[in-house]
């Protein structure tokens, strides 16, 4: 996500509105999954998938409500951000000045 931010740095006024589309196409994706036929434990994690998908394209699709366009801006800041960090091989969790390890 924070790539988005960087594009629209980069003069792409429409960034944020391209992140929303591409991430209901993804959402989409994952509903077209979901209705094959899955073994249980696959069918979980799909199910999964579409309630994280469903919430992060939400909150996308607000920032472009309301014109969130930099990363600085509290409303991008208070959002719990989950990040790869390869460093420590694991999970960090980062939310305004604060950063986390991944409870599991």
């Known amino acids: 996500m924070e ?15 391209q992140e929303s589309a591409k991430q209901t196409k993804d959402l989409n994706d994952l509903i077209d999954l979901v209705r094959t036929d899955l073994n249980s434990k696959d069918r979980k994690k799909v199910n999964s998938l ?11 699709d607000r920032f472009v409500k309301d014109s969130i366009l930099d990363k600085r801006e ?16 694991d999970i960090r969790i980062a939310q305004c000045t604060g950063s986390f390890s991944y409870g599991y």
């Open 3 to 17: 790539d988005v931010f960087d594009k629209v740095r980069a003069g792409n006024k429409y960034a944020m509105k």
């Open 50 to 60: 579409i309630i994280i998908d469903v919430h992060a394209r939400d909150i996308v």
């Open 74 to 89: 509290f409303e991008w800041e208070s959002q719990l951000r989950f990040y790869w960090n390869y460093t420590i091989n």
